[in-house]
């Protein structure tokens, strides 16, 4: 039981590159969500998903896709990369009707 | 959806009781009041939650006033490893009724515990 996995840890990309960071749980929560945390400040939702085939918009979505074909992975999509997108993105999911929501370590992200 | 008010940092002696407070003025009287920390670039950690009645767990004891205005968490005897960002969330009623949980986090509460 790994938990939520996320990758990569670190990445470091130009402006206007695209890239995918990876969210994975073998708990088989229905929920999931990820959010992105900038120096200095808490934590910001970008978007969340209730199930397969269900995605939904949090505080901070422009700039970013998502798509949930599965239950186990979430993965979040940045099209074309912009320096204001440097923070450290976590996963976090939920089984759905608990209250308890399941963190992955982060992946730093710098846009230069 | 409610928001939730912390001070930006406290300080706690190791081995005295650290209490961090949270104002939640505009709760509604379905949300629950979580409780999250962070410790330095890790991920958040869950710690305990409650609606009306004070909680207890073998990390902390939430006590929620009467008017469910305010909360407190209290870790009773601070360590070193306690220093973290301590967040004070409610839960948001999603689209999906109740199996949604689209929990907002605040910039929280940077507790140092001193030796």
């Known amino acids: 039981n790994a938990g939520v996995t996320q990758t990569p840890k670190f990445q470091v990309l130009k402006t206007g590159q695209s890239m995918t960071l990876q969210c994975a749980q073998d708990m088989n929560h229905e929920y999931m969500s990820w959010y992105r945390q900038d120096p200095g400040m808490g934590l910001r939702l970008i978007h969340y998903s209730v199930g397969a085939g269900i995605t939904d918009q949090g505080e901070v979505p422009n700039g970013y896709n998502v798509s949930r074909s599965t239950t186990e992975d979430f993965p979040l999509r940045l099209l074309s990369a912009a320096p204001s997108q440097t923070s450290v993105y976590f996963c976090a999911s939920m089984r759905s009707g608990a209250n308890v929501l399941t963190f992955g370590a982060g992946s730093r992200l710098t846009v230069l | 959806d409610a928001k939730t008010t912390q001070p930006p940092s406290m300080d706690c002696a190791e081995g005295r009781a650290a209490n961090l407070p949270c104002n939640h003025s505009?709760?509604?009287?379905?949300?629950?009041v979580y409780w999250y920390r962070q410790i330095h670039s890790q991920g958040p950690q869950y710690i305990i939650h409650?609606?009306?009645n004070n909680e207890t767990n073998e990390m902390a004891s939430l006590i929620i006033t009467e008017d469910r205005k305010s909360s407190t968490l209290i870790l009773p005897h601070a360590t070193l490893r306690d220093t973290a960002v301590y967040y004070c969330?409610?839960?948001?009623?999603?689209?999906?009724?109740?199996?949604?949980?689209?929990?907002?986090f605040g910039t929280g509460t940077l507790l140092a515990v001193q030796p």
């Open positions: 969330i409610v839960r948001v009623a999603g689209d999906y009724g109740g199996a949604t949980n689209k929990l907002i």
């Open positions: 409650g609606l009306k």
């Open positions: 505009t709760i509604s009287g379905n949300e629950y």
